[in-house]
């Protein structure tokens, strides 16, 4: 995944596959909640119930959108590889 602020808007971008459960779950209907979550630590104590765990995260919902256009798909891929790397 990716993400980016455009117009004061945050826009994810996912990446999938060109058939399956998903993009058919899409074209039914977009409405979409999401999650999101990196950063991930565990934190060690000296007994089972001080261990903890941390990480950042997101959580909400949209409208999805499949993208078909090669301008704009470059565009999308160009934000989830920054992400990536």
């Known amino acids: 995944h990716g993400y980016s ?3 004061g808007r945050l826009v994810l971008y996912y990446h999938g596959a060109r058939e399956g459960k998903k993009l058919e ?3 039914e209907n977009p ?3 999401f999650e999101m979550d990196c950063g991930h630590e565990l ?4 007994l089972a119930c001080q261990h ?3 990480y950042a995260s997101i ?3 949209g409208e999805a959108r ?8 470059l565009k999308a891929l160009a934000v989830i590889m920054k992400h990536q790397t």
């Open 31 to 33: 409405q979409m909640g």
């Open 66 to 73: 499949v993208i078909t256009e090669p301008e704009e798909k």
């Open 59 to 61: 959580i909400g919902n």
């Open 25 to 27: 779950l899409v074209k």
């Open 5 to 7: 602020l455009e117009d």
């Open 52 to 54: 903890s765990y941390h």
């Open 43 to 46: 934190v060690e104590g000296r």
